[in-house]
């Protein structure tokens, strides 16, 4: 009895695990499909998300040059003024020479005022096409922006 009684508890086990394994078997046999439309929804977000995500660096950088512009444009107007000074100073010492060809001294100061005046004048050059550069880069960083935009709308519209 005790023999019959252990047998049968075994074959209720056995019954419940194999009921349990074919539960589990057909749960995997008829596991929900995704659509094509879901994955296609999907695809959009990541898209709407990796549009986003550009937007929001693109910002980032503009505001980054829009705050060197002002930094830019004092470098512009300080250099200019140095370089209009070295020139008058290169001017006076010229004068200088002119009226007396052959003092030493007079060519000397001549010849370092030519320099500073030309290192000075090279350095607004320098000033002025770093802010004209930064100037280009915030208006193609700012039709980047838009073109985001506008993607951006066309892509939460659909």
């Known amino acids: 009895m005790l023999i019959s009684f252990k047998s049968n ?46 937007l929001t660096e693109r910002k980032l950088e503009l505001a980054e040059l829009e705050n060197q512009v002002q ?13 209009r000074e070295s020139a008058e100073e290169n001017q006076k010492a010229a004068e200088r020479l002119g009226e007396d060809p052959q003092h030493k001294k007079h060519a ?7 320099g500073s005046a030309h290192r ?7 000033a002025q096409q770093n802010l004209e550069k930064l100037n280009r880069n915030i208006e193609s960083l700012r039709k980047k922006i838009a ?9 939460q519209g659909s």
């Not at 009921?19 to 709407?48: P, T």
């Not at 000075?120 to 320098?126: T, V």
């Open 9 to 54: 508890i075994i074959m209720k086990i056995k019954s419940i695990m194999g009921a349990l394994g074919l539960a589990v078997i057909s749960m995997c046999a008829s596991a929900q499909v995704v659509s094509k439309d879901s994955i296609n929804m999907l695809k959009d977000r990541k898209q709407v998300l990796e549009v986003n995500k550009r």
């Open 71 to 83: 930094e830019k444009t004092d470098a512009v107007a300080k250099t200019a003024e140095q370089a």
């Open 108 to 114: 000397r100061r001549a010849s370092k005022s030519a």
């Open 120 to 126: 000075d004048a090279k350095r607004a050059r320098r």
């Open 147 to 155: 073109d985001d935009e506008s993607k951006l709308a066309s892509l």
